[in-house]
């Protein structure tokens, strides 16, 4: 193998638990492993990279990746950690989304070579759709007790919990359905090993007693740690929701700013989970931020690594040049080349005023655009006293007095910035 995946998985902060002889199991050869990934949206966020990670690291070890992509559980709604039901998808919405996964997964995993490791992608709707119900509890059910099936803690959290709905038999019996996935990969693809979240552990299980009864064989179960936050708040997640993989979800701009934000002690553990910089990179950089933590040296490789890897270099260009615009010394040339999202995104909760583009004919004169059409400064003569003592920006360009306002200043054929001093922002909307 080309290293030790097992040993990877452990320096790097994202084993939590695995079966006995899953290490040696995986160092005897080329072995195919899966994650499950839920098809309920047309991206990934941030919570399914670490399983994705993993299933790149163990394509980078040798082994052969699945993800599969659970049309078929995603119909149900897995108990794990969960107090509420999905809804149930129909099947041209879980087609197209497992489309769109793939075209994200592709990001991190090679689909496409000749490679005998090639990762491939499958989905649980394709075999579980056409098997009865008589068929499953005849031939699966009945291997499985419900002794064992209670003995599962997110079984017993559901049943133990205040919820007043209970638990119903369709989430009771998701184990079963994600253990046959287990079984009928490992029957099908020679698929020996089912990693994903440590809330997982207990479905995964299922699934290599399901191999042991009824193949008579042998899978493996590894699973890493849930992600968290040393400040208590919930990891990927912000006021706006969930920080997705698909720009138009969440823009490269919010994607950057996320990891930019990451507090000193979880980016030294992010840094390990999320990007592929070797033991000795990360050793170095923590070396060198905890000597100069104020220059967040190590937020910034996060945040860079983890935006090209998802984006591309162009969008993570384009998040860096909009994260200096409001604490660099960028330029109006800078400005422009945001495009609108984006340019509402970093000036998110600055004042705005509207103002009729025709104002723009003759151009518009500062004190009007500073005061008397905008309020942003209290009165003409405060305007006249900034402009006076140089500290008033248009589109981050020093302006006089006798500044004119015309349609060359748009950003986006319809914004203006203005700036007073170093922090105080205004935005100029020009409507048609």
């Known amino acids: 193998m080309a290293f030790n995946f097992v040993e990877e998985l452990k320096w790097r902060g994202m084993l939590h638990d695995m079966m006995p002889g899953t290490e040696e199991h995986l160092l005897s050869g080329m072995q195919a492993a899966y994650v499950g990934i839920d098809p ?79 990762a491939v992608l499958v989905n649980n709707y394709d075999w ?23 003995a599962k803690d997110s079984v017993k959290k559901r049943l133990s919990s205040d919820s007043k709905e209970g638990m119903s038999f369709t989430e009771f019996t998701y184990q079963l359905v994600q253990g046959y996935d287990f079984l009928y990969l490992y029957q099908n693809h020679h698929c020996s090993l089912q990693m994903g979240g440590s809330d997982q552990w207990g479905n995964i299980t299922t699934g290599t007693e399901l191999i042991r009864r009824i193949a008579g064989g ?43 934000n990451t507090s000193d002690e979880d980016a030294e553990k992010y840094i390990k989970i999320f990007t592929f910089l070797s033991k000795g990179e990360i050793e170095q950089l923590v070396g060198e931020h905890r000597g100069a933590p104020h220059l967040r040296l190590l937020q910034k490789k996060l945040a860079e690594e983890i935006t090209e890897m998802v984006h591309s270099k162009e969008d993570l260009e384009n998040a860096v040049r909009a994260s200096e615009i409001l604490f660099g010394k960028s330029t109006s040339e800078d400005l422009k080349k945001l495009d609108e999202k984006t340019f509402l ?88």
């Open 40 to 118: 309920t949206a047309d991206s990934l966020h941030i919570g399914h990279l670490v399983s994705v990670m993993m299933l790149r690291h163990f394509q980078l070890a040798g082994h052969k990746p699945y993800a599969l992509v659970g049309g078929a559980t995603g119909m149900i709604g897995d108990p794990s950690g969960k107090s509420a039901e999905r809804n149930l998808l129909d099947e041209t919405t879980l087609r197209y989304n497992q489309e769109a996964l793939k075209a994200q997964l592709a990001r991190f995993l090679d689909f496409e070579s000749d490679a005998e490791n090639a």
């Open 128 to 150: 579980m759709k056409d098997f009865s119900f008589l068929d499953f509890i005849r031939d699966v059910g009945k291997h499985i007790t419900v002794n064992y099936m209670m």
């Open 218 to 260: 042998k899978g493996f179960a590894l699973t890493c740690p849930l992600i968290t936050k040393t400040d208590g708040t919930k990891f990927g997640k912000t006021e706006g929701g969930n920080v997705w993989l698909d720009a138009h979800r969440t823009s490269p701009y919010r994607f950057y700013q996320y990891w930019l």
């Open 345 to 432: 995104e970093v000036f998110e909760g600055v004042p705005q005023a509207e103002i009729a583009k025709s104002e723009l004919e003759n151009g518009l004169d500062m004190i009007g655009a500073l005061a008397a059409k905008t309020g942003f400064l209290s009165s003409n003569g405060e305007a006249r006293r900034e402009l006076k003592q140089n500290s008033i920006s248009v589109n981050k360009a020093k302006v006089k007095e006798d500044h004119l306002i015309t349609s060359n200043d748009l950003i986006n054929n319809k914004f203006v910035l203005l700036q007073r001093g170093k922090k105080s922002y205004f935005v100029l909307v020009f409507d048609t």
